[in-house]
């Protein structure tokens, strides 16, 4: 059989919270106003069945057309700690978008959940699950930061103007300065274009000063959609970086024949 | 900085065969004959370096159809194509919704790659995005020998029919267990599965949640949602869980649904496994 690493001499386990249950689980609503963080989180478990060194994370918007943040908090009712920053989506109502956080959440833990919303009121289906046993070998679990994610500024991530023509289009800053080191990246893309052009699209994201960006992913490709407001998915996993604290990080997109515009939100693993 | 182990030394973690095309997918179409294998096309002639495994991105520009795709390497840049990946779905999702496919198994370098599906309305396009992965978390596990897929259906290029309201019963896992396969046949070390829609053009919005069992549960209530605007079933994460699955296991699956319509608490589920 496959040698793992040693955080996977466990066999892989995956456990709904809750696993049984309603099969909806636990919608949570956001703030009646428009990019304000709701007042307090929605609980999705009391006391968390088993251990786990990862949360899988599952959003599916009640409506199309609006950004949404989730956070994940671990704690008691009004001392959440934040686990997962503002993960974010958009894109058709019902379609589940994907985030794996490498953390270690004890058994007995306290999950809930808070939604910021570009638009009040908006609700998000929110799928949780604790993974026994590291998925994809990433060395330690670690903290998140959302880069250049500020939903209570309207910041759902940053809008990418496409371009069309390969590779020489300019690269936009999403985050000024590193908040920390950071040792993995993950990315989402998304829209609330309501007409997003049908053509394949190709991220790229590159570190360093203005005009001097050096590319650290190159590429990755998805697809924008004529069939509702998606753009994407992105790939639910981690890669691997080192980016130092107060480096610049930025992005391009290409699009195959038309100029879109494509939100691109970041999250690093420090 | 946290320290990566040697294997994740170069830095480079994921790159496009070809990044000097925008938008650059190869469209593979399915055989004018619904349910019927296509021709190979190649996604890469002559890898440039060996990679550790290698991602998939692919969407079809039609709706409410389901393909299964078979991925070949020829390690020496002929056209004697090994599957190493086998009937990989894309169920009926909304037209253009990306899926990923993680495929943990090493190519050298001077390997031609193709791939090739059917799909249950004839001359379907897939698009296909072909990510050599060099190093990192997504390399691991690094030296699977073959993707094999449990509970494919070829006969309509979907996958094993799950109902998740048996007998109209909502928010309750069934007592059936829906069997993927009876005796896995090689020595399993991880798992993946992917859904879909049974090419339901108008779900009502749901939640499933899903067990699948071998000797023990691995997936205890994996869920996903439906969804009213498209045929829109999940999709679920490329995601393998490390397993032990001696050959000679069996792997079942059971389900709930929020929803009972009889067509719309239907859906698909293929697993698929890692072979050492």
Known sequence: ?270 | MAEWGAEYSHGGLLQNIDPSQVGNFKQVTSSATANTLGSWVDLTTNLARSCQGFLVSYASSSSNVSCLMDIGVDTSGGTSYTVVAERVAWFGHQLRTTEWFYVPIAVPAGSRVAARHQCSTGSTDLRLCFHPVYAGPWSRPAVGSKVVAFGASTADSGGTQVDGAVGGVANTYSGTQWTLSASTGYDICAVCVKVGGIVNTAPANGSFAFRISSSQVIHNGFRFASGSTGDNYGPLPSMWLPMTLPAGSALTVNAMSSVIDATDRLFDLVAYGLVK
């Not at chain 1, 929605?42 to 609006?66: D, F």
């Not at chain 1, 009712?77 to 686990?83: D, L, Q």
């Not at chain 1, 371009?163 to 985050?175: C, E, F, G």
């Not at chain 1, 992913?217 to 981690?238: C, H, I, L, R």
Request: hydrophobic share 40%.
């Open chain 1, 1 to 270: 059989m496959a040698e793992w690493g040693s955080l996977l001499y466990w066999p892989g386990h995956l456990e709904g919270v809750p696993t049984t249950g309603n099969a909806e689980q636990t919608v949570v609503t956001s703030s009646a106003s428009a990019n304000t963080r709701a007042a307090s989180y929605t609980q999705l478990s009391s006391s968390t069945a088993v251990y786990s060194q990862g949360l899988l994370l599952g959003c599916a918007p009640g409506t199309s057309n609006v950004h949404y943040a989730v956070e994940i908090g671990v704690g008691a009712a009004g001392s959440e700690v934040n686990v997962i920053q503002d993960f974010c989506g958009a894109g058709n109502s019902r379609q589940t978008q994907w985030m794996y956080m490498p953390v270690i959440i004890p058994a007995g833990s306290r999950l809930a959940g808070r939604v910021t919303a570009s638009s009040g009121s908006t609700s998000v289906v929110v799928y949780t699950h604790l993974v026994d046993a590291g998925v994809m070998g990433l060395p330690a679990p670690g903290r998140m930061y959302a880069l250049g994610v500020t939903p209570t500024s309207g910041v759902y991530g940053t809008d990418v103007t496409t371009s069309v023509t390969s590779h020489n289009a300019t690269w936009t800053q999403v985050v000024a300065s590193c908040p920390a080191d950071i040792r993995a990246l993950t990315f989402q893309m998304h829209t609330t274009n309501t007409a997003p052009a049908s053509q394949g699209l190709q991220l790229q994201v590159a570190v360093g000063a203005a005009a001097s960006e050096v590319v650290i992913v190159d590429s990755v490709n998805f697809t924008g959609g004529g069939g509702g407001d998606q753009v994407g998915n992105g790939p639910t996993g981690w890669f691997p970086c080192q980016v130092p604290a107060g480096t610049r990080v930025a992005a391009r997109v290409e699009g195959s024949s038309t100029a879109d515009v494509v939100t691109v939100a970041f999250h690093g693993l420090g």
